[in-house]
């Protein structure tokens, strides 16, 4: 059997692998969304682009529905904290992510281009706002979320939805939509030829270097101008979830001494920076699947950096540091873990098998003519 302490740490890094995947996989369809109504000059060019995420996209948002249902069923404290206390942040996600079915589904059932350009602007929306909101709420992440618990352990949120909005995390959002869409470009150079190819070679050479700006900005402002909760004394970490049984002081070190005290996380900001530099230094050549594979070498790096700076932080509290969530007081007990994990040992390796496979079966640029040559099962 596996021990306590050691299966929550274990399911940290499943867990992170699901949001890693998450953000890989949605996050081009945002971008590509994103980039639609500029990149697309016209109708044909616009359902190239849509048919480059068409048959992998509603695969792609499952990856957030098990993201969700994972923090469900292995962090139960941290779903009722965060999904109760940014309830409308959340409602937010969800209607912005409303738009993209009803994009693609209904974008050709008329060949009307009002209808059309409308359906357009709903793909863009539902592209745009959500990695928007998801950065915002990674801002908040990292500066803590005012919540606290009383001694039955329930969750009280102190904050209001327009307390989200703060510089910092509005800066995350602005980085997360600039992620998504270099993303997206990286992708959409990499299936489509002629004026589509060109004019994401265009957006990349635009995006990166905002991008790599909007990154070095969050790096510095975390890394020099923000301390970091210290846990000062703390339970057992193979006892039951309880995350009153520890006490936390809010200005601990700061973010770069917690880097500092285990050099080997700073690997996954140099990897976020290198592998987005390379990317665009190369999406402004010739390469194709080489600029891809560097953006998502960095956007891991990315993910990194902010999983190895929280940890063992799950949700940091702002105004109630002794709330804090961790990994060892914040999880289902220990039989709900074992069985969770031998489920997914089962079947996430099945998941990213098929995965492959649907992405190996579709793979190919997509062209005008072959947009032009079906117009029943194509969007």
Known sequence: MIDYEIIRVIWWLFIGIVGIAFTLTEGFDFGVGTLLPFVGRSDVER????????????????????LGGAIFAIWPLVYATLFSGLYVAMLLVLFALFFRPAGFDYRSKVEDP?????????????????????GVL??????GLPFHFDQDLRPFYDGSFWALLSPFALLC???????????????????????????SVLALEILGPMLLAGMAAVTLWVFIGMDRPEITQMAATDAPSNPLHKTVIA????????????????????????????????????????????????????????????????LISSTDPNSSLTLWDASSSHTTL??????????????????????????????????????HTLY
């Open 114 to 134: 009002r209808w059309r350009n409308a359906w357009d602007w709903c793909l863009f929306l539902g592209g745009t706002l959500p990695p928007v909101l998801l």
């Open 173 to 199: 959002g602005v980085v997360g939509l600039l992620l998504t869409t270099f993303h997206g470009a990286l992708f959409l150079k990499w299936r489509s030829e002629g004026v589509i190819h060109d004019r």
């Open 47 to 66: 359902r190239v682009i849509i048919n480059t995420v068409g048959a992998t996209w509603e695969g792609n948002q499952v990856w957030l529905i098990l």
């Open 138 to 143: 990674v801002g908040n992440l990292i500066l």
């Open 338 to 375: 074992l069985l969770a994990f031998w489920i997914t040992v089962i079947f996430l390796p099945l998941v990213l098998l098929y995965t492959r496979w649907v992405y190996k079966v579709i793979w190919g640029s997509v062209t005008e003519a072959a947009i032009l040559k079906d117009t």
């Open 251 to 314: 200005d601990g070190v700061s973010w770069l001494q917690h880097f500092l005290t285990y050099p080997w996380m700073l690997v996954a900001p140099v990897l976020g920076f290198l592998g987005l530099t390379a990317a665009w230094l190369l999406g402004k050549g010739e390469s194709r699947m080489g600029a891809f594979l560097f953006g998502s070498v960095g956007i891991t790096g990315i993910a990194l950096t902010v999983g190895f700076g929280l940890f063992p932080f799950l």
